[in-house]
């Protein structure tokens, strides 16, 4: 069983930035594709971004050009770089795994992101 431990999570102000940082343990097939998605009261879970061993990575339209995903293979650990945050970007945000990108079998604990106006 993969286990994921988010850390990063915080409050900050609209235009400020945050890091989040997840670090996988587990089968490293399971590992392939690691993201984060993310929830907001009232709202379904949404995927923000995920990146796969290799390097190719997918982003949801919303935050294209603002968050920048990256990986460190050899420390199985997945980063979130988010920049120019929005009050619509606060949620809990989940770190993911998976042999494929969209289809997570693993889910961290949540960490919460809180942007104010």
């Known amino acids: 069983q993969e286990q994921l431990v988010e850390s990063g999570g915080g409050l900050v102000q609209a235009g400020g930035s945050l890091r989040l940082s997840c670090a996988g343990s587990?089968?490293?097939?399971?590992?392939?594709?690691m993201g984060w998605y993310r929830q907001s009261p009232g709202n379904q879970r949404e995927m923000v971004a995920v990146?796969?061993?290799?390097?190719?990575?997918i982003y949801a339209d919303s935050v294209k050009g603002r968050f920048t995903i990256s990986r460190d293979n050899a420390k199985n650990t997945v980063y979130l770089q988010m920049n120019g945050l929005k009050p619509e970007d606060t949620a809990v945000y989940y770190c993911i795994a998976g042999i494929v990108p969209l289809s997570p079998t693993a889910w961290g604990q949540g960490t919460q992101v809180t942007v104010s106006s």
């Open positions: 990146i796969v061993r290799g390097g190719t990575s």
């Open positions: 587990g089968s490293s097939l399971r590992l392939h594709a």
